[in-house]
């Protein structure tokens, strides 16, 4: 019998829960790294996030498998931002979604595809690691600061001012990010093949 190419009720309450894995996965990551690494954490956190996310993400997109996880995935990870008060990420979100989605194209072969899930989630991950200073540099330190849900203490700011407004910084932070994402995806392949494939969970 073959299976249907539209997303099914189940299929998006299964979506609906391992993007709140990832998105608690990351948050926990994240607060690891700032608690390890202090102020070097606004330049790593994005990447680790991305790694150690990864590969939930992956086992997601086999397991459903349809057109719209990556865009739902995304989409839903926005909303937390919007919840906390700062709709301002859809600017950079909504975009970022539409892009992974694109490139899960055509949708049958990608989202059995290694490369194309890595791609589409590095690319994810970058924009998502990106978001701050993105906003910063577009809306402005002093809106995005009065915005904020929670405000950074004093020596935060200043570094986040000075990594925000230095190429090279948004540089390093993006391309840890995607890197992040693409070896995360690698291990969470060797994982994927080693319990869930054996398990019959995920079919490839």
């Known amino acids: 019998m073959k299976q249907s190419s539209k997303l099914t009720i189940r299929d998006l309450v299964t979506i609906g829960i391992f993007t709140v894995l990832i998105i608690m996965f990351g948050l926990i990551v ?3 790294s700032r608690i390890a690494t202090g102020g070097l954490s ?10 150690f996310s990864a ?8 397991r459903v498998g349809k057109r719209g996880v990556a865009f739902l995935n995304a989409l839903l990870r926005s909303l937390m931002y919007v919840i906390m008060g700062v709709p301002h990420v859809l600017l950079i979100f909504i ?3 539409i892009l992974a989605e694109l490139i899960m194209t055509p949708p049958a072969t990608a989202y059995k595809s290694l490369g194309k899930t890595s791609l589409s989630w590095a690319v994810f991950s970058t924009f998502n690691a990106l978001h701050g200073p993105l906003l ?6 002093k809106y995005m600061m009065e915005k904020a849900p929670h405000s950074p203490s004093t020596e935060r700011l200043a570094l986040m001012l000075n990594y925000y407004y230095n190429p ?9 990010a995607f890197v992040g994402g693409l070896v995360g995806c690698l291990m969470g392949w ?10 019959g969970l995920v079919k490839l």
Do not use: D, Q
């Not at 606004?42 to 790694?51: E, Q, V």
């Not at 590969?55 to 086999?62: D, E, H, Q, R």
């Open 168 to 176: 090279w910084m948004i540089a390093l932070i993006g391309g840890l």
């Open 30 to 32: 994240s607060m690891v």
């Open 136 to 141: 910063f540099v577009m809306l402005g330190a």
């Open 55 to 62: 590969p939930i993400y992956l086992l997601l997109s086999f």
């Open 190 to 199: 060797k994982l994927l093949h080693k319990h869930f494939v054996r398990a």
């Open 95 to 97: 975009p970022a979604a």
């Open 42 to 51: 606004i330049l790593i956190s994005g990447g680790l996030s991305a790694f």
